[in-house]
């Protein structure tokens, strides 16, 4: 029985982490956010009650970064513990009888959930201070630079308390959501899986020239430390105080009394969420009163005064007309089903993956089934399963590799891949594989787009990707409509993409599950392709080994998990690939990772601030010479930056350096420094 459990509690938290990768670096969830809090609160549940089986904590939800500076909160930033049913929702009601003690006094706050990310707002005397991210609750991220472009987060409150933390949850607008998903499938990557990821990628992103082509937004609806303690009686006070001050906040419903009209409020909120501008999946409620909440207490995790009531996700049955097989830039077949377009959640899906062939037999999915189809917090709809009292008799099994063949598709899987691949590249991979190589994100080759890229294979001046480096001047003189002066900017704009950054190299080879962040991860790590292409699955992974022989894995990298090991081991045993890398090499492209090699030893290990308009020097140059100087660039000032390079107009940043006592520098002791 004890073994079971603790077996039980093993798989669960394998299960658990390997979805938390598939969502968070492989942009492929195969579960929606629901099964997956499901998941999580189980595990939850079994280590509280057996803790002598509990883990060492996954640390699930910590989003602490590398290349962030880290910050506390002066209060800490919880969680909620969520409810799925009415029972469950009476529950939390009759603990907080239990505890605040007066049944029909009880005042409700409740809003939407906003699927993002929470993110907590400094202000200091009214001045906006700084943005960290809830990190492990206790401590988080500084991403003032990127939360600092949201324009409706005001920079100054009249007759604000001395010290404020704001609380609230960043996110991304599905119309805003879909544009970049568009641009993604121009540019041949793979789309963002859901609103709610790419919002947490944005926020964390070092690049701010990236951030700012992506908007983002804010609602405000909690409350931090504030100073004095006295300033809010209610929740709802704070609030229209947040409101005033010109702060977004959700105040769709009145402050309810009772538990049974906070209930009846969620399901006014289950009606409106469709027509929110976020994507949200369920309802919070929360104490008003905070002497309430503060009689409520709290546990280490979550309030008792507030909890979080979760949607079940809207699910819909259609007909399954026709398994069709997708061919993604690294050969990848998807099988894809063609469905019977049906309403789903306010939008009509037609299409879904089916992930991989053993997805299709495990489920036994057959063309013509009845299929139940579901759509969480995401947008991507998912195929639960099979109606099979709705089964036309003669349905046959699913063979993928008859299809495959049917389709001339000639594909095979290695090793423990559930993938199936092309043997060989088709045309329109080898034109999708090269243009991501001479993409923005990658080598960033000026010109050579779609319609290039297409002419140079049709024409057979390139077959690998790599191959673009060392097409001549009269092979680009063949392409249509190229006289002297597009083959000189040709030329001109592949000598440019030789001499940039490690990371972009890594990213154009196109290594399955490796994206720009994960490429940037590598490079700072391994600081040469030499290192990365020989970097063994141990290199990448630790690996424990229990008592009784079962396996878990650790990343070395912070990040790097095991598909995405097991992703770059697997590229680099492929003998082409090393080719790929003997050609980047022959062709002169820079492989090795620039800042630590010209590292210069007053800035190495040293956070600098840039502020203000500096003479001759743009902002990325600036960042650019400190980090390739082995210097790190924040954004915000704390009593951890060692120098502020200020400019004109240098702004609350600069007064914040001598508040602290941080050394400032001008553009020319800047240079000075830096040698
Ligand atoms: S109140 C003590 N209100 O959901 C925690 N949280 O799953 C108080 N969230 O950590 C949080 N919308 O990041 C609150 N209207 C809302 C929210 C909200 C989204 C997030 C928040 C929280 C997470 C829990």
Redesign the pocket.
Known sequence: MSDDIRKKILALRQEVMRHEELYRKKNSPEISDFEYDKLVDQLGDLEREYPQYAGTDLGIGDDQAEGFQQRDHREPM???DNTYDEKEFQQFGERLIGKVGHRNALEFVI????DGV?VSLTYEKGKFVCAVT?GNGTRGDDVTHNVALIKSIPRTLKNAPDILEV?G?IYMELSEFERLNREREAEGEALYANPRNLAAGTVKLLDTDEAKRRNLSIVC??LGACVPADTFATLKDFKDKLIAWGFPV?DDIPVQKGIDAAWKAIGQLDALRRSLPFPTDGA?V?LNKLSDQKAAGATSKF?HW?V?FKFPPDQAETILKAISMQVGRTGTVTPVAELEPVLLAGSTVARATLHNADEISRKDIREGDTVRIQKAGEIIPQILGIVLEKRPADAKPFNFEARLKELGLDAAREGDEAAYKLKAPSTEMKVRRLIHFASKQCLDIDGLGEAVAEQLIALKLVDAPVDALKVSRAEWAMLEGFKEKSVDNMMAGVAAAKQRELWRAIHALGIPNIGMQTAKDLARHFKSMDALESAKLEDLLITKVGKKGGESYESVISGVGVEVSKSIASFFSDPNHRDWVQAMRQAGLNLVEKTTTQSVAAVAGKTFVLTGTLPSLGRDEARDLIEKAGGKVSGSVSKNTDYVVAGEEAGSKLTKAQELGVKILDEASLRKLLG
Do not use: D, T
């Open positions: 919880l969680s909620l809003e939407p959930k906003i929470a809830r609380r949850e609806y909690g959700r919070v929360k309030p507030a979080a």
